[in-house]
């Protein structure tokens, strides 16, 4: 086991890892943050995405081990005081969930393609952005919308 | 702000979703959980000669393995299927044995072999793999075309592997409408095997508490009550009283999620053998893959007789379907009546005859998978019509045109009553807002771009809300279809709604409270929708088929009328008048022609203390329960307008423009109805352009079984959807609902595909078209053209 600590949501934590800890394992299991989700196994769906260091991973294809001392953020950390994210807000709005499943790995994709792209978001760029992100649900049509208006609001 | 029936209301689950707050089963953890792994056949069929566990170290974290031998021991039953069909000779269907750890043979790969149980995940999954397994392997089938002729015998029950040969409609009219055709379109069609792919994965945890001798099953379910009724009554685990299931938020289904499956009832089964601690099991996506029930695999040749002006005259078809290895829960009901008793689609057809052959494949059990039979026949309806449409020189719209029922009720061949619509209505708008007219010249700009646009109809007709429970106990339905609902007002006013429903992303808690704020005339933040546990929910059949609008929100809607009734004589002891005098309207009750007035809250209340009226004729308390059994299925309908471009040098097609026209009845909230629609389309889509199963004929291995492999639409692969809709109510249930969640998956692969035949100019091409496929047929197309 391998001690490791990190700062997630602002907050400190540690705790003792096994080397092949995934970080998305560490989140959920040991931190008990299980707004993170798991969807697949080879690191296709995106239901996984947080930030970490300002940039967004999917976390079951990072070791917790190598994530020592980074800065993470899960969709739990989006919020700050009570209010939600723009972006939280603008899914909320659009109706761009429904069964929320894959919704936090998209709102961290999302947010993570503001900060690179800028607030103003065409259809065609939003649509190959979430190429890491799979949704069931939605047909993407709202997702698509609320992402270009949540990035208006950030 | 207007929250009642129609308003684009917000929906109240997202908080919780958006903030990471969701509870789905994996992110239950209970205390002194160990975790359970399968081991699962290697082999497509295969003997299971022995099991062989070897000495287990304190580290590997072993607490137990059980295979097929100790579910026997403990006399646990059978995964069961719930509908029984018999043949067209009489003869019942031939359902071989499926239990919950196989006995003596697998049947498919990834069929569950043994089960590994042990203090962590991981240890688990290591030790699943040294297992010791030795198998006979023997011949197998996994091509439903094939597998009449195979060597490979499934099931001893089943000869020849089929499980039943059914047949629909009347075979000598159909055959003298053929007789005197001008025109027969004929059809080869495959309909491609799918897998659902929900993005949360299957999971469970179960538990036994020996003080109460009492299960709890926390499980991905669409129907927790149906899931303790079988869990109880056919796999004999535990009586229904000392049985709890939980379905908490559960991260979509499309079906997948309706069955009984071997996994979740091993982990409650097993939670005793192993001292009461709790189970859990998560299943790998690769998992999913290979042992959720899967959807569609249908092989028919199709015919459609037309007179010289083009008159439909009759329908004939002869459909293959796969049942995989083992009959799940449903699997008997979807090529049958929920398949053959369409394919009168939208049109007036005199004579319908359907054969349909139930045949085992060793493959992963097919089931119900959005749309359950209805896009089958809908695929086949729709692209026999367009077919036809083509080879008569007739424009397609107007093809359907002349053959639209226009008067209803309407009688089909195939048993449906269709009770309401307006097909000509739908497709006008769907013209107008496709811009039809302009087709030709966006072909022509397209041309100059070396791109191939091409343009597909489909005029989808599907059954919802599947009912009477005693019609579908006439056909062969194990269960009612009927609906419960509760409805508790507390001493302040505020409600509960408890239902047997349950929502995996329909947005029910939004939805059923709009119909309570809506009747009531009360605040829909004082209403909250109880769903998905046994314990607090009574009775219910769960939410498939897009039933719990049409089925789940009128038994609600009849609960409310008992409450009303009661409050209106409430109100009339507390304000000293005659009940005949009481009207109630926007959540208050008033005595006509004076200023009394009684908010809702204070009936409410006045009914909890009960001060004012003679308990002996009325009790107190406020809160009613209704069972609601429609009268007749819903029949939602609806025009899709699908354009392609295709590029004539790769293959690559691009979904240009989308219109789709839905008449659903009444809608309760656009937003999410809209929702339902572009995710189904998008399904639809996915049939279409990019998933497919494929098992391996030579090996039986599963060459689909990750998203690696299997290709899901992403983004990319749709565009954003033209939407309308038309209304005619729905006259067999009191909302006027027809059901919206599976429709644009019905629509959608019939609408692509006549898209993609009208672009390259072909009779068929296969599902999924892949840039592959379709850069093979331009292949082959400029061959034959030089």
């Known amino acids: 086991m391998s001690a490791i600590s990190m700062k997630v949501n602002g907050k400190a934590v540690c705790g003792a890892v096994e080397p092949r800890t995934l970080l998305v394992q560490f989140l959920r299991e040991n931190l008990g943050l299980t707004g993170t989700h798991v969807g697949c196994d080879t690191s296709q769906c995106g239901a996984c995405v947080v930030h970490v260091n300002g940039t967004a991973i999917k976390s079951c294809t990072a070791l917790a081990v190598a994530c020592d001392g980074a800065e993470v953020t899960t969709v739990e950390g989006l919020a700050k005081n009570g209010k939600l994210h723009p972006m939280q807000e603008a899914f909320r709005e659009h109706h761009g969930l429904q069964c929320g499943f894959c919704t936090p790995g998209m709102l961290m994709a999302a947010v993570d393609l503001v900060n690179r792209k800028g607030k103003t978001l065409d259809e065609a760029t939003i649509r190959h952005e979430l190429e890491g992100n799979i949704c069931r649900c939605t047909g993407y049509h709202n997702i698509v919308k609320a992402i270009q208006a949540g990035a208006e609001n950030m | ?786």
């Open chain 2, 1 to 786: 702000m207007d929250t009642g029936i129609g308003a684009r209301v917000k929906r109240k689950e997202d908080h919780r979703f958006i903030t990471g707050k969701g509870q789905y089963t994996d992110d239950i953890n209970l205390k002194d959980q160990t975790y359970a792994y399968f081991v699962r056949s290697p082999h497509a069929h295969a003997t299971i000669k022995s099991i062989k566990e070897p000495e287990w170290a304190p580290e590997d974290g072993v607490v137990a393995v059980f295979t097929g031998e100790h579910v026997a021991e403990d006399k646990i039953g059978g995964l069961i299927c719930g509908w029984m069909i018999h043949s067209k000779d009489g003869s019942p269907m031939k359902a071989g044995p499926h239990p919950i750890l196989a006995q003596g043979k697998a049947r498919y790969v990834g069929d569950h072999v043994a089960v590994v149980i042990a203090e962590t995940k991981e240890q688990a999954k290591a030790a699943a793999a040294r297992v010791d397994v030795t198998y006979g392997v023997l011949p197998h089938v996994v091509d439903v075309a094939k597998a009449t002729k195979s060597k490979a015998q499934i099931h001893d029950v089943a000869p020849d592997n089929t499980v039943f040969e059914w047949s629909l409609g009347d075979k000598a009219a159909t055959e003298a409408a053929f007789q005197r055709a001008h025109h027969v379109t004929k059809l080869d069609l495959v309909n491609n095997r799918l897998i659902p792919n929900a993005m949360e994965p299957r999971a469970a945890i179960g538990s036994y508490d020996s003080g109460s001798d009492h299960y709890t099953l926390y499980t991905t379910s669409q129907n927790p009550h149906v899931a303790r009724l079988v869990i109880s009554a056919f796999h004999g685990l535990a009586p229904e009283h000392k049985l709890r299931v939980i379905a908490p938020d559960v991260g979509g289904g499309f079906g997948s999620k309706i069955f009984i499956y071997a996994e979740e009832v091993v982990c409650v089964w097993a939670s005793k053998r192993i001292g009461g601690r709790p189970i859990k099991w998560t299943a790998e996506r690769t998992e999913s893959f290979l042992a959720d029930a899967h959807g569609r695999d249908h092989v028919t040749h199709a015919e459609l007789a037309m007179d010289k002006d083009g008159h439909i005259l009759g329908l004939k078809c002869h459909t293959l379907a796969s049942m995989g290895a083992y009959l799940s829960t449903f699997a008997s009901c979807v090529p049958t009546y929920l398949y053959a008793t369409l394919l009168s689609g939208q049109y007036a057809i005199p004579a319908i005859y359907a054969e349909v052959d139930a045949i085992y494949t060793n493959t992963a059990p097919v089931d119900a998978y959005r749309g359950a039979g209805r896009p089958e026949a809908t695929y086949l309806v729709e692209r026999i019509v367009e077919t036809a449409a083509r080879e008569m020189k007739i424009d397609p719209a107007e093809f359907r045109r002349r053959n639209f029922v226009t008067t209803f009720p309407h009688q089909t061949p195939v048993i449906m009553t269709y009770d309401a619509g307006d097909y000509d209505a739908s497709l006008k708008k769907a013209l107008e807002i496709s811009d039809y007219k302009g087709f030709p010249a966006r072909k022509a700009a397209a041309a100059k771009q070396g791109k191939l646009r091409g343009i597909g109809f489909a005029n989808y007709i599907e059954a919802c809300g599947i009912a009477p429970s005693a019609a579908v106990g006439s056909l062969g339905a194990g269960v009612g279809l009927w609906e419960s609902a509760e409805v508790r007002v507390n001493p302040v006013g505020t409600i509960e709604v408890l239902t047997g429903s349950h929502s995996h992303g329909q947005g029910h808690e939004t939805t059923f409270a709009q119909l309570v704020s809506d009747r009531l005339g009360v605040d829909i933040n004082s209403v909250a929708i109880v769903h998905g546990d046994t314990d607090k929910v009574q009775f219910g059949m769960g939410t498939y088929g897009s039933r719990s609008g049409a089925v789940g929100m009128s038994a609600i809607s009849k609960a409310l009328d008992k409450v009303e009734a009661k409050a209106r004589k409430i109100a009339a002891h507390v304000m000293e008048a005659a009940e005949g005098d009481i009207e109630f309207k926007n959540g208050s009750f008033s005595v006509k022609g004076t200023d009394k007035k009684m908010a809702f809250g204070e009936v409410a209340l006045a009914a909890y203390v009960a001060h004012k009226f003679p308990t002996s004729e009325i009790e107190p308390g406020l809160k009613e329960t209704a069972f609601y059994d429609p009268s007749n299925f819903t029949f939602p309908a609806g025009c899709h307008i699908c354009e392609v471009e295709i590029d004539s040098e790769t293959g690559v097609t691009e979904i240009v423009s989308w219109t789709a026209v839905d008449d659903f009845g009444t809608v309760i909230n656009p937003m999410i109805v809209e929702g339902q629609v572009h995710g189904g389309i998008t399904q639809g889509i996915g049939q279409a352009l990019t998933e497919g199963c494929v098992y391996d004929s030579e090996s039986g291995q599963l060459l689909t079984g990750s998203y690696m492999d299997y290709c899901m639409p992403r983004a990319t692969d749709v565009p954003s959807f033209k939407l309308g809709f038309t209304e005619t109510k729905c006259p067999s249930n009191p909302l006027g609902m027809k059901g919206c969640g599976e429709a644009g998956a019905i629509a959608a692969p019939a609408a692509v595909m006549n898209a993609m035949t009208d672009a390259l100019g072909v009779k068929d091409l296969a599902m999924p078209a892949s840039p592959h496929t379709v850069w093979k047929t331009l292949q082959a197309t400029k061959m034959a053209a030089e």
